[in-house]
């Protein structure tokens, strides 16, 4: 199988890393940690070399109003519940253009089959995880 195309630019991880500084702000001493691209990558808030906080960070270019949900995939979201089993706190957080919001993993959700058509890149379809809005807690 080909090497699956790499979609991520270098705004989006600048971007990235500004909703992570809003964020680890309110951990003074936090020490911040991006995992490997490869795989699932999550950034973690570690204290004194233990890692206590995993994050998954998504930027939006729409307000948090324009849909009812907030989509993940599924394999990402399944990582954050294995890690929370392991006694990490874990979330989801999201810059929309209108506010910064963060949801505690696991969290009430709807599975289905979804993700994005505009790429005509068939690996972008697959099982996705849809969250209610409204259980994002603004920051």
């Given at each position: 199988?080909?090497?699956?195309?790499?979609?991520?630019?270098?705004?989006?991880?600048?971007?990235?890393?500004?909703?992570?500084?809003?964020?680890?702000?309110?951990?003074?001493?936090?020490?911040?940690?991006?995992?490997?691209?490869?795989?699932?990558?999550?950034?973690?808030?570690?204290?004194?070399?233990?890692?206590?906080?995993?994050?998954?960070?998504?930027?939006?270019?729409?307000?948090?109003?324009?849909?009812?949900?907030?989509?993940?995939?599924?394999?990402?979201?399944?990582?954050?519940?294995?890690?929370?089993?392991?006694?990490?706190?874990?979330?989801?957080?999201?810059?929309?253009?209108?506010?910064?919001?963060?949801v505690t993993v696991p969290?009430?959700?709807q599975t289905k089959v979804?993700?994005?058509?505009?790429?005509?890149?068939?690996?972008?379809?697959?099982?996705?995880?849809?969250?209610?809005?409204?259980?994002?807690?603004?920051?």
């Amino acid at each position: 199988m080909a090497a699956r195309p790499r979609y991520e630019t270098a705004e989006d991880r600048a971007n990235e890393y500004a909703v992570m500084a809003k964020f680890s702000a309110l951990f003074p001493g936090a020490e911040v940690t991006r995992l490997s691209d490869e795989g699932h990558a999550f950034t973690v808030l570690s204290k004194r070399g233990k890692a206590k906080v995993a994050v998954e960070i998504k930027t939006r270019r729409n307000a948090s109003y324009a849909y009812p949900t907030f989509m993940i995939s599924k394999s990402k979201y399944d990582a954050l519940c294995q890690l929370q089993s392991r006694g990490m706190h874990t979330g989801i957080l999201v810059q929309w253009t209108d506010r910064l919001g963060f949801v505690t993993v696991p969290v009430e959700h709807q599975t289905k089959v979804g993700g994005r058509y505009d790429r005509g890149d068939a690996r972008d379809i697959e099982t996705v995880v849809h969250i209610p809005v409204k259980k994002f807690e603004t920051i």
